[in-house]
């Protein structure tokens, strides 16, 4: 199941992005006293009690800016709202209200999405209370009173954000076919790889970027066997307009990427793998998804007999923190290996599903032990106890030990490649949880 989708959005220089800071646990979005500061949107998976979400920080809104920088934002801002299940439309009770305030909450009336109405900078409840009711005359409901910087009155807010989330919808639940989401930059062949798959110009392709709107759910049937493909509309590449802090469009790969079970990140053959593709990459690893890189437009790069060794190692350096990614050089224009990606994708999604018997793995931990000697600190080394596997869709380990503090991240990637090496697991991220146990245990 997909988190839901809450957007923080407003007025530049509202405090958006210090309260998305503060809900997200870290300093992500950057904070400064310039309206605008904030580019593009970014996200952050947050929990609320029981209930998590996907946070998207977006860039101010300014209604009817003619300035380009102000306009591309006021488009990063609707795409956030299209995609919301939540809307945070926060105000300044310091600046009070004003005329723009009214423009955005008419274009957030206009989504019919729930909206939840945050006043911030509310640092004294007695003393603003009276400023923070004159925001009923926006029309969307009650005020809530917060004050991001001193952290005050969140909880409450929170409380109110989750009441919109729907309840589980379980005819998504009950869609066993597999869900395999086309992410990559604008321009690099995405929807001609679908209308290749399904025989139809289903999907608008075009030699411009960012042709695909939104993320569009396509059956496709191979070999009796249906699939949905999950388009997204490509991440932008850094704009050239002013200082070059800008932000990536993440928030429609990142609920693809959600909804998925693989994630097929497309390269352009001819531009190479480049910082982009790993900030996609890194969303579907983060998320434990299967992953596959296809190599696009295969057919028009000049080759030899080392091109593809060479292209691979290069794909490999640049994002080394997901060895088992499984790669692919295809053509969307000449349909070269399109079959192919079918069957890799069928194998990510059986290696995504497989269990491993306890006995089996507890007997490779074994025999990893004894070839090499678990870290030792002080004198106290590392006992490792048992291992078991507790869930598939990544498949999740949890290891047994004496201490936890001496189980080196190392170590556990050396039990893992130990468990790669038997199972393959190709295609799929391992998660590995560790568990302290007493020996009396």
Same mark, same amino acid.
């Given at each position: 199941?997909?988190?839901?989708?809450?957007?923080?959005?407003?007025?530049?220089?509202?405090?958006? %992005?210090?309260?998305?800071?503060? +809900?997200?646990?870290?300093?992500?979005?950057?904070?400064?006293?310039?309206?605008?500061?904030?580019?593009?949107?970014?996200?952050?998976?947050?929990?609320?009690?029981?209930?998590?979400?996907?946070?998207?920080?977006?860039?101010?809104?300014?209604?009817?800016?003619?300035?380009?920088?102000?306009?591309?934002?006021?488009?990063?801002?609707?795409?956030?709202?299209?995609?919301?299940?939540?809307?945070?439309?926060?105000?300044?009770?310091?600046? =009070? +209200?004003?005329?723009?305030?009214?423009?955005?909450?008419?274009?957030?009336?206009?989504?019919?999405?729930?909206?939840?109405?945050? /006043?911030? #900078?509310?640092?004294?409840?007695?003393?603003?209370?009276?400023?923070?009711?004159?925001?009923?005359?926006?029309?969307?409901?009650?005020?809530?009173?917060?004050?991001?910087?001193?952290?005050?009155?969140?909880?409450?807010?929170?409380?109110?954000?989750?009441?919109?989330?729907?309840?589980?919808?379980?005819?998504?639940?009950?869609?066993?076919?597999?869900?395999?989401?086309?992410?990559?930059?604008?321009? /690099? =062949?995405? %929807?001609?790889?679908?209308?290749?798959?399904?025989?139809?110009?289903?999907?608008?392709?075009?030699?411009?970027?960012?042709?695909?709107?939104?993320?569009?759910?396509?059956?496709?049937?191979?070999?009796? #066997?249906?699939?949905?493909?999950?388009?997204?509309?490509?991440?932008?590449?850094?704009?050239?307009?002013?200082?070059?802090?800008?932000?990536?469009?993440?928030?429609?790969?990142?609920?693809?990427?959600?909804?998925?079970?693989?994630?097929?990140?497309?390269?352009?053959?001819?531009?190479?793998?480049?910082?982009?593709?790993?900030?996609?990459?890194?969303?579907?690893?983060?998320?434990?998804?299967?992953?596959?890189?296809?190599?696009?437009?295969?057919?028009?790069?000049?080759?030899?007999?080392?091109?593809?060794?060479?292209?691979?190692?290069?794909?490999?350096?640049?994002?080394?923190?997901?060895?088992?990614?499984?790669?692919?050089?295809? %053509?969307?224009?000449?349909?070269?290996?399109?079959?192919?990606?079918?069957?890799?994708?069928?194998?990510?999604?059986?290696?995504?599903?497989?269990?491993?018997?306890?006995?089996? +793995?507890?007997?490779?931990?074994?025999?990893?032990?004894?070839?090499?000697?678990?870290?030792?600190?002080?004198?106290?080394?590392?006992?490792?106890?048992?291992?078991?596997?507790?869930?598939? #869709?990544?498949?999740?380990?949890?290891?047994?030990?004496?201490?936890?503090?001496?189980?080196?991240?190392?170590?556990?990637?050396?039990?893992?490649?130990?468990?790669?090496?038997?199972?393959?697991? #190709? =295609?799929? %991220?391992?998660?590995?949880?560790?568990?302290?146990?007493?020996?009396?245990?």
């Amino acid at each position: 199941m997909s988190k839901p989708i809450v957007a923080i959005v407003g007025r530049p220089n509202v405090g958006k %992005s210090t309260l998305f800071n503060v +809900l997200a646990g870290e300093r992500i979005a950057i904070v400064q006293d310039v309206p605008g500061v904030t580019r593009d949107r970014i996200y952050a998976d947050v929990t609320w009690l029981d209930k998590q979400f996907t946070m998207i920080d977006t860039g101010g809104i300014e209604p009817e800016s003619s300035d380009v920088l102000l306009t591309y934002m006021r488009q990063q801002a609707e795409i956030a709202i299209d995609t919301a299940d939540v809307i945070m439309f926060i105000v300044d009770v310091r600046q =009070g +209200l004003v005329d723009d305030d009214f423009k955005v909450a008419d274009m957030l009336r206009r989504s019919t999405k729930p909206i939840v109405l945050v /006043v911030n #900078k509310v640092d004294s409840f007695e003393k603003l209370m009276p400023d923070v009711y004159e925001f009923y005359n926006l029309g969307i409901g009650d005020p809530m009173p917060i004050s991001a910087a001193s952290r005050l009155g969140l909880g409450d807010m929170l409380d109110e954000v989750v009441k919109h989330f729907r309840p589980e919808d379980t005819v998504e639940e009950e869609d066993e076919r597999p869900r395999i989401a086309i992410v990559g930059k604008p321009n /690099v =062949g995405k %929807s001609s790889i679908i209308n290749k798959l399904i025989g139809e110009q289903r999907v608008i392709v075009s030699d411009i970027a960012g042709t695909t709107r939104d993320a569009i759910d396509t059956t496709v049937k191979f070999h009796g #066997k249906e699939y949905i493909f999950i388009d997204t509309a490509g991440l932008r590449r850094k704009s050239k307009i002013k200082e070059d802090i800008e932000r990536f469009s993440i928030v429609r790969t990142v609920s693809a990427v959600e909804r998925a079970d693989v994630v097929v990140l497309v390269i352009d053959a001819e531009e190479g793998v480049t910082e982009q593709d790993a900030k996609i990459a890194g969303i579907a690893h983060e998320r434990g998804k299967g992953v596959i890189i296809a190599v696009n437009k295969w057919d028009a790069v000049e080759k030899n007999d080392k091109t593809i060794y060479q292209y691979s190692a290069k794909i490999k350096e640049t994002l080394s923190y997901m060895p088992y990614a499984e790669i692919i050089f295809i %053509s969307a224009l000449t349909g070269q290996r399109m079959p192919k990606l079918f069957e890799l994708i069928e194998q990510v999604i059986q290696n995504q599903n497989l269990r491993v018997a306890t006995g089996v +793995l507890n007997e490779i931990m074994m025999e990893a032990v004894a070839m090499q000697q678990p870290p030792s600190d002080k004198g106290k080394r590392l006992k490792l106890y048992y291992i078991t596997q507790v869930s598939v #869709k990544p498949p999740t380990f949890v290891i047994f030990v004496n201490d936890k503090q001496l189980m080196h991240f190392s170590y556990t990637r050396y039990i893992e490649n130990k468990i790669r090496e038997a199972f393959g697991f #190709k =295609g799929t %991220s391992l998660k590995f949880f560790i568990r302290e146990r007493k020996e009396k245990e």
